[in-house]
T-cell receptor, first 113, second 110 residues
Framework: DGGITQSPKYLFRKEGQNVTLSCEQNLNHDAMYWYRQDPGQGLRLIYYSQIVNDFQKGDIAEGYSVSREKKESFPLTVTSAQKNPTAFYLC????????????FGPGTRLTVL | GESVGLHLPTLSVQEGDNSIINCAYSNSASDYFIWYKQESGKGPQFIIDIRSNMDKRQGQRVTVLLNKTVKHLSLQIAATQPGDSAVYFCAAYNDYKLSFGAGTTVTVRA
């Protein structure tokens, strides 16, 4: 059963705590992406990685960090420096990082109390 | 960069009628476009895509039209069904990333 998995589906954290969101894909895709979605808005790119051990900042990278140690995994850490972390976080992948369809995971809803 | 926007934030359509969702983009260098459907609490689902060397592409009950002259694309859904109720996003590819519009919420009336 191929696809992109994100865990957990819902996550609650206290203000000031770092939290790591998981994203795994078994599609053998080179490129992976993290987006943030706020109510009534489109998706905004946080970080992306086109190959293992390499990643680039997206449009709203401040307060976030990522790693890409394995092809199938691209975890996102929301740090205490992120001013407004409560949002719906979506991970995506595509085969080669170019102009091609990005396939999305089911998302993680993070609520910071 | 790229800025993508949809013309209407909401669309209400009678079941069985055709739906048209419009989208505008700003960067003439954008060469690949995707329409996604997102149901509440879920990740976006691919509907159809089109490259800049095409004007029209058809899928099952959906058609995407691209007008590069005015930087506009549209998604047409034929014979809209209750299961088509969702938020629809267009996305434009440029400079190694996709830029998304804010989404149009489609509500299908029975």
């Amino acid at each position: 059963d191929g696809g992109i998995t994100q865990s957990p589906k819902y996550l609650f954290r206290k203000e000031g705590q770092n939290v790591t969101l998981s994203c795994e894909q078994n599609l053998n895709h080179d490129a992976m992406y993290w987006y943030r979605q706020d109510p009534g808005q489109g998706l905004r790119l946080i970080y992306y990685s086109q190959i293992v051990n390499d990643f680039q900042k997206g449009d709203i990278a401040e307060g976030y960090s990522v790693s890409r140690e394995k092809k199938e995994s691209f975890p996102l850490t929301v740090t205490s420096a992120q001013k407004n972390p409560t949002a719906f976080y979506l991970c995506a992948s595509n085969p080669a990082g170019g102009a091609d369809t990005q396939y999305f995971g089911p998302g993680t809803r993070l609520t910071v109390l | 960069g790229e800025s993508v926007g949809l013309h209407l934030p909401t669309l209400s359509v009678q079941e069985g009628d055709n739906s048209i969702i419009n989208c505008a983009y700003s960067n003439s260098a954008s060469d690949y476009f995707i329409w996604y459907k997102q149901e509440s609490g879920k990740g976006p689902q691919f509907i159809i895509d089109i490259r800049s060397n095409m004007d029209k592409r058809q899928g099952q009950r959906v058609t995407v039209l691209l007008n590069k002259t005015v930087k506009h694309l549209s998604l047409q859904i034929a014979a809209t069904q209750p299961g088509d109720s969702a938020v629809y996003f267009c996305a434009a590819y440029n400079d190694y990333k996709l830029s998304f519009g804010a989404g149009t919420t489609v509500t299908v009336r029975a």
